[in-house]
């Protein structure tokens, strides 16, 4: 019991922790974030997993409190008048000591759940990245490979705790959920693998 509530502990941590990095500009996670964006690779998508899918209403709050201001402005209106159409959907990218998260607008009519499968357009700007869901269930071709996805499986973030609080707070932005993670992990698909697209941003951080 100590065990899981230590580990409870450090996940909802990371996720204040995380949510401080952005808001408070917190240079060496802006450092590494623009690294990690750098180092792609030249495939033009990637995949992530689904840790969580939350209504597009849920966010009307996020909505009315005009989240980010002037520079955000033209998200806002392209999502807020329909919040009734979409799900938000939170999820990660590759693990690196740090895990790099992000929120994304998928259709409501689209079938969904935690652990899928999503396939994003590097070409399109964050949250409007969705293409596809390449595995509603992770398979052997298309799952998350190397150290685990915690905030797809972990129990805090099954009772939605620290998704919950990520979409609310970072509807528009990207993002670096702080772990003490020293593995690496992410996502192979259809002969894409985490290894290749983030070959450079992994060895160097």
Not at 96 to 111: D, G, M, R, Y
Not at 123 to 135: G, L, M, N, W
Not at 185 to 193: A, K, L, Q
């Amino acid at each position: 019991m100590a065990t899981l509530t230590r580990k409870l502990n450090l996940i909802a941590l990371g996720a204040v922790l995380g949510l401080l990095s952005f808001l408070t500009g917190c240079a060496s996670s802006q450092a590494k974030l623009e690294a990690y964006q750098k180092a792609r690779g030249d495939t033009g998508f990637i995949y992530a997993q689904v840790n969580s899918v939350h209504p597009g209403i849920s966010n009307k709050e996020t909505c009315d409190k005009n989240l980010g201001g002037d520079k955000y402005k033209d998200t806002r209106e392209k999502i807020c008048g329909r919040l009734d159409e979409l799900n938000v959907v939170y999820v990660s990218h590759v693990v690196n000591k740090e895990v790099i998260t992000s929120n994304e607008i998928v259709p409501v009519a689209l079938e969904i759940k935690r652990g899928a499968i999503i396939k994003l357009d590097l070409e399109k700007q964050s949250p409007f990245r969705f293409v596809e869901v390449s595995a509603l269930e992770p398979t052997e071709n298309c799952k998350w490979v190397g150290s685990d996805n915690q905030s797809a499986y972990d129990p805090i973030t099954k009772a939605g705790g620290v998704a919950l609080a990520t979409v609310a707070g970072l509807m528009f932005w990207p993002g670096l959920v702080h772990m003490s993670l020293e593995q690496k992990g992410g996502v192979e698909c259809n002969g894409w693998s985490y290894k290749t697209a983030y070959k450079d941003f992994l060895s160097k951080y």
